[in-house]
């Protein structure tokens, strides 16, 4: 699995839109862009992923560069509830494990 | 449905001693990794185990060993403990081996003194 590489913290106010980068320079044409999160004293949750196209679900908007190069992970109305490390992971589905290889991610404070 | 659960939720133990983790997996899900968190660290895959088997390992010495049952729930054995296995440690079910989102326990707290 390529490498990802995201700033060590960032911080936001509530209410506000909050974008967390990740660059993935080396990433191959079959991984797809993992956001996964952990909430203090709580194991990591899923978040979104994809592979070329902009996603959006309940949680969270994903944006992906057209090179593929770079992600955004865009949560829309940041919230105390969001201060979380964020974690961003490449995974290829053809991969007959499917750990997931965590770097150490975005620390996200939510100021109210 | 029910979700991933852990136990114990905290645990103290000796170095030298042996300590056994277990995990339930979330109904439908037949594939379980374990995964090894210190503090301030992104967590570190340890192993899975997908349909009973062992299916691939991380960089963890063989005195880390797991097992998994009929039913996917599943094991982690840690034999003569040292003070670097103190750590978080999580477990995660999902309904396959590759790609998929991986659904995570709260882990078990170990501390090795």
């Known amino acids: 699995d390529a490498k990802t590489t995201q700033p060590n913290s960032m911080e936001s106010n509530e209410e506000e839109p909050v974008h967390l980068p990740c660059n993935h320079s080396t990433i191959s044409g079959t991984d797809y862009i993992h956001w996964y999160r952990q909430l203090p004293s709580q194991g990591p949750e899923y978040v979104i992923h994809g592979l070329t196209s902009n996603v959006n679900n309940r949680m969270a908007s994903l944006a992906i560069a057209e090179d593929r190069k770079s992600s955004t992970l865009i949560l829309h109305r940041a919230t105390l509830r969001d201060a979380a490390v964020y974690y961003c992971?490449?995974?290829?589905?053809?991969?007959?494990?499917?750990?997931?290889?965590f770097g150490k991610g975005t620390k996200l404070s939510v100021k109210p | 449905e029910t979700g991933v659960t852990q136990s114990p939720t905290h645990l103290i133990k000796t170095r030298g001693q042996q300590v056994t983790l277990r995990c339930s997996s979330q109904s439908g899900h037949n594939t379980v990794s374990w995964y090894q968190q210190a503090l301030g660290q992104g967590p570190q895959f340890i192993f899975q185990y997908y349909r009973e088997e062992e299916n691939g390992r991380g960089n963890f010495p063989p005195r880390f060993s797991g097992l998994q049952f009929p039913n996917y729930s599943s094991e982690l054995n840690v034999n003569a403990l040292e003070l670097d296995d103190s750590a978080l440690y999580l477990c995660?079910?999902?309904?396959?081996?590759?790609?998929?989102?991986?659904?995570f326990g709260p882990g078990t707290r170990l501390t090795v003194t």
């Open positions: 992971i490449l995974r290829d589905p053809r991969g007959s494990q499917g750990n997931l290889i």
């Open positions: 995660a079910s999902s309904p396959g081996v590759a790609g998929g989102e991986q659904y």
